[in-house]
């Protein structure tokens, strides 16, 4: 039998968010409309509950378009039964970028991967966990860093994983991809991407390599990637004043890539790790020659070397080009420090707990 939509809504209205075991973000939601957008198993949903927490039940509506007890009939009388019932707060979680609420005094909560422009709503990205927030998901003293660090590198930034059993690691990181991926089509490209990780091709490179093993249209490959990096799934970071030249890839989480390959590349993983954190405070990022990292506003570059010695950074140094308008090189390491200036550069050479850790870059 058929359910009427507003009893479909009515059950809907009946869910509550309990006490969560939540750990603190640095995401906050604020009491306007917003879009909630990013990457699959970032935390989005989560935050959404911890802010419904500060309601009581009847003051809000959670509704998943992807739950299967939902149909368009019950969507289209939405509306109404916001009013009907005098709602606060209407998360829609999943959201496809139609607009169902017309109700201006309830507040609406849009969560979904990529961001849908609307001029009612402000964006607001949630990355997965950085650094710091995984301290804080780890409990860790400050004695016990390193020890952290090293589970960082192993179990990546998604809540999901990290909390998870460690040993089911690699089954839970293929479990998600496939999981999160409508079809094996984008599941087949984002796995390819992942492979790639610090690694320069075009596109067109791309394209041809994967359409070699499995049927894939031009038009479906482009549409794939484009939504992946809306949603920040993936990177593609420019050769600094080469932009036809070929873009690096990197993922959302450096720790994706071994739970799908066999074929180790600790170095590659490591930029990625590090380009997450200087996503959080800079827009426009290149690689150029040696320097993994280059952004120009600042004449800064960054260096990823995990295994490093004052011997090997100066060797490194001597063969970087002489027209690179440079004022300072971070050299991110996995254990040493120093300072030094090289023929008027500035060299600093940390640590990445203690530069990650650092209020600013």
């Known amino acids: 039998m058929t359910r009427i939509p507003?009893?479909?809504?009515?059950n809907l209205y009946t869910f509550e968010v309990k006490k969560l075991d939540f750990v603190e973000r640095k995401i906050e939601i604020p009491h306007k409309n917003i879009n909630l957008f990013g990457p699959p198993q970032?935390?989005?949903s989560y935050i959404a509950f911890d802010f419904l927490a500060g309601f009581h039940a009847r003051e809000y509506l959670y509704?998943?378009?992807?739950?299967?007890r939902l149909n368009d009939t019950a969507l289209l009388e939405l509306d109404a039964f916001v009013i009907q019932n005098a709602m606060e707060v209407i998360i829609i979680d999943n959201w496809d970028g139609i607009e169902r609420i017309h109700n201006a005094s309830a507040q609406k909560i849009y969560i979904s991967r990529e961001p849908y422009p609307d001029a009612s709503l402000d964006l607001l990205y949630v990355p997965p966990l950085d650094f710091e927030e995984y301290i804080l998901f780890e409990h860790t003293q400050a004695s016990q860093i390193t020890h952290t660090f090293n589970n960082f590198i192993k179990f990546g930034t998604i809540p999901r994983i990290v909390r998870a059993n460690h040993e089911?690691?690699?089954?839970?990181?293929?479990?998600?991809?496939r999981e999160i991926f409508a079809n094996e089509t984008q599941q087949a490209i984002f796995v390819y991407l992942l492979k790639s990780v610090g690694?320069?091709?075009?596109?067109h490179q791309i394209f041809q390599k994967l359409k070699t093993g499995m049927k894939l249209s031009k038009d479906t490959f482009y549409k794939t990637v484009d939504t992946f990096i809306k949603s920040r799934m993936v990177y593609f970071i420019p050769k600094y004043n080469q932009p036809n030249a070929a873009k690096k890839i990197y993922a959302y989480d450096f720790a994706l890539r071994d739970g799908i390959t066999f074929?180790?590349?600790?170095a590659n993983v490591y930029e990625n790790m590090i380009l997450i954190e200087l996503m959080k405070y800079?827009?426009?990022?290149?690689?150029?020659?040696?320097?993994?990292?280059?952004?120009?506003e600042e004449r800064l570059g960054i260096i990823a070397?995990?295994?490093?010695?004052?011997?090997?950074?100066?060797?490194?140094?001597?063969?970087?080009?002489?027209?690179?308008?440079i004022n300072r090189i971070e050299i991110i390491t996995m254990g040493y420090e120093e300072t030094f200036d090289y023929k008027g550069i500035t060299i600093e050479v940390l640590p990445y707990w203690t530069w990650a850790l650092k209020d600013e870059k």
């Open 6 to 10: 507003m009893e479909i809504l009515e």
């Open 42 to 44: 970032s935390g989005k």
């Open 199 to 203: 690694l320069a091709f075009s596109l």
């Open 168 to 177: 089911l690691k690699n089954h839970m990181i293929q479990e998600m991809i």
């Open 263 to 266: 074929d180790k590349n600790f």
């Open 305 to 325: 070397m995990p295994f490093s010695s004052r011997t090997a950074i100066t060797t490194l140094l001597g063969r970087m080009p002489k027209e690179i308008e």
């Open 282 to 296: 800079f827009n426009r990022i290149y690689y150029i020659g040696l320097i993994d990292f280059f952004m120009p």
């Open 63 to 68: 509704i998943d378009l992807k739950d299967m």
